[in-house]
């Protein structure tokens, strides 16, 4: 089994900064893929970025120039920056990993920009 667990998330004023971790535990393959998503109020779950395990990544359009996603494979970790931070990045922001066919998914954790 695997287990994530986010950290990070908290109240910020637009125009700020915040960066996410989450740690992955467990039995973790060396091939993987590891992402953010994010569900805002009254919204669908939606990818905001992704990593594999070899460094490759995408971004959802609403946040390119403003995220970056980063890991240690090392210690299991991803992370995600997030700069110039705008109300509507308000959301519940949770962590990913794929391996080897299963899905697993941390408990969330609450980003809140205020204006």
């Known amino acids: 089994q695997v287990q994530l667990v986010e950290s990070g998330g908290g109240l910020v004023q637009a125009?700020?900064?915040l960066r996410l971790s989450c740690a992955?535990?467990?039995s973790i393959f060396s091939i993987n893929v590891m992402g953010?998503?994010?569900q805002a109020p009254g919204k669908q779950r939606v990818m905001v970025a992704r990593i594999t395990s070899g460094g490759s990544t995408n971004y959802?359009?609403?946040v390119k120039g403003r995220f970056t996603i980063s890991r240690d494979n090392a210690k299991n970790t991803v992370y995600l920056q997030m700069n110039s931070l705008k109300p509507e990045d308000t959301a519940v922001?949770?962590?990913n990993l794929i391996q080897r066919g299963p899905e697993y998914w941390g408990q969330g954790t609450l980003v809140t920009v205020s204006e």
Do not use: E, L, V
Request: with cysteine; charged share 15%.
């Open 15 to 17: 125009g700020g900064s």
């Open 24 to 26: 992955a535990s467990g």
């Open 36 to 38: 953010w998503y994010r």
């Open 60 to 62: 959802a359009d609403a």
């Open 93 to 95: 922001y949770s962590c």
